[in-house]
């Protein structure tokens, strides 16, 4: 019995034990990543976890039909999907006061985390999470259509747009200071 | 000319922008970790319960309230209204009559809520704000535009006009297909949203608050609102330009004295993709879902 049959048979059984352990071990190994994925999209540690939260429980409830190997995909779709009709939160692009992390007033690199949250706030969230997931989750432009729910050339054009508007804000100035070229 | 004063800085190119994303995001912090990811998980798996049980909660509540409303309102609209079907021509031009169903007339101190609630802006909106329940599209599932009606001249209105939902509250155009247009920032620069202008109609009769929401419905979309005249928050003169993701108005909005039978309130919508959307309009007593298709420019 392969893994798909397996977890599934076991859920069907009404034993989730397989399939919680399946879930659990994905969590611990691949949360922190998906974690500070939420933090790009929503600036913000609170709605992040909470965003998170809601993509694993939804995750949940198909654990048994996700094919292996195909987990993290999964959760990144619906973590994206969630976001984007997420807008019951007070979404403001700003990192609350008390949710600044304790670092030295000068450190170039909170500087400049100020300046990416700021620029990418600016963007529709749909050209948000096309960035995200081209720029910073590396996935290729057919895996970011995929996630997306969306064709390659969508998102050829929204990535092509969201540069755009990055290039036009302040975020240019800001990367390339102290870059030697 | 005056010639710039310091070096312009080099392009932001792709290497740049995933060389600046990958520098700035931090690890967790500590207090994002409690319980550590096993807490995490299992915090999943409740949220995923209390998930499952409100699906199968909903179902029997939405199945029970269709035809409560149903019953309740289907047999006077026929009666008193007729509502054009989607796309058909509009009818002739109506007098509005109170709309079956719509809470009480009076001003809004007069009103029920107001009687036991305080009334002020945020307080109102606080009071008729209900959980969000927009309609999902299954995959090439068609979009269930509301239907367009016919309104005499009325509330700044020179002509008898059009305007789109069943009430109490409409969007006035002249059908479901919303054509629009690049936004554009202050400064110029298009911004990647799409907008049109639109004017909130609402029925005479009711004068309480209004709470507006909405967001794609046949894919991941998003719509914000222009905060306007009579819109909860606005103080501005000319419009705050900015895309808000909620939209609320406290009081009856601009009306005429004297015999009109809708009061109307002027904004915009934004959304950053052509597609199916849907409004959730909130009031005292009544929830209604305007829905219509935004069209590329």
């Excluded at chain 2, 800085?9 to 409690?34: C, F, G, I, K, N």
């Excluded at chain 2, 719509?223 to 419009?239: E, P, Q, S």
Aim: charged share 25%; aromatic share 6%.
């Amino acid at each position: 019995m392969d893994e798909p049959q397996r977890v599934a048979a076991a859920d069907r059984s009404g034993d989730r034990s397989d399939a919680v352990v399946d879930f659990d071990g994905f969590v611990v190994t691949r949360s922190p990543a998906l974690m500070r994925t939420a933090w790009l999209l929503t600036g913000d540690w609170q709605l992040a976890e909470d965003l998170l939260q809601t993509a694993l429980a939804k995750a949940y409830l198909a654990w048994h039909r996700i094919g292996p190997g195909r987990e993290e995909a999964y959760v990144r779709r619906v973590l994206v999907t969630t976001y984007s009709t997420w807008w019951r939160r007070r979404w403001r692009g700003e990192l609350p006061t008390e949710h600044l992390p304790e670092t030295a007033v000068d450190d170039p690199d909170t500087e400049l985390r100020s300046v990416v949250l700021a620029a990418l706030a600016e963007l529709p969230r749909r050209q948000r999470a096309t960035v995200v997931l081209r720029y910073y989750c590396d996935l290729s432009e057919a895996e970011t259509a995929e996630t997306l729910g969306c064709t390659v050339g969508t998102v050829k054009s929204q990535a092509a747009k969201g540069l755009a508007r990055l290039r036009s804000s302040g975020l240019a100035a800001a990367v390339n200071e102290g870059t030697p070229r | 000319m005056t010639p710039p004063t310091g070096p312009t800085p080099p392009p932001l190119t792709e290497q740049d922008l995933r060389r600046s994303l990958h520098q700035t995001v931090p690890d967790v912090p500590a207090s994002r970790r409690r319980g550590g990811t096993t807490g995490l998980a299992e915090r999943a798996r409740e949220r995923a319960g209390r998930i499952r049980r409100r699906r199968r909660g909903a179902l029997g509540v939405v199945s029970t309230a269709a035809l409560v409303v149903a019953v309740a309102v289907g047999v006077p609209t026929l009666l008193s209204d007729r509502i054009p079907g989607v796309g058909g021509p509009a009818g002739p031009a109506v007098s509005i009559a109170p709309s079956a169903g719509a809470p009480s007339a009076g001003t809004p101190e007069e009103h029920g809520w107001c009687r036991e609630n305080p009334c002020t802006p945020a307080e109102v909106v606080a009071g008729i704000r209900k959980p969000l329940d927009l309609p999902t599209l299954a995959p090439g599932e068609a979009c269930p535009v509301s239907p367009t009606r016919r309104f005499a001249a009325a509330a700044g209105f020179t002509g008898a006009f059009d305007a789109v939902g069943s009430g109490p509250v409409y969007f006035a155009s002249s059908s479901a297909d919303v054509h629009m247009t690049p936004a554009k920032d202050r400064a110029g620069p298009e911004s990647g949203w799409l907008e049109q202008k639109v004017i909130w109609v609402v029925d005479r009769s009711y004068v309480g608050g209004l709470l507006l929401r909405g967001s794609r419905i046949d894919g991941p979309g998003e719509l914000r609102f222009l905060h306007y005249l009579g819109a909860v928050g606005y103080t501005d003169g000319a419009g705050d330009g900015k895309r808000h993701p909620e939209l609320a108005y406290a009081r009856g909005g601009l009306s005429r004295a004297g015999a009109d039978s809708v009061s109307s309130y002027p904004s915009a919508i934004f959304v950053d993709e052509p597609g199916c959307y849907a409004v959730q309009v909130d009031g005292v007593g009544f929830s209604e879902t305007l829905v219509f298709r935004a069209l590329a420019p």
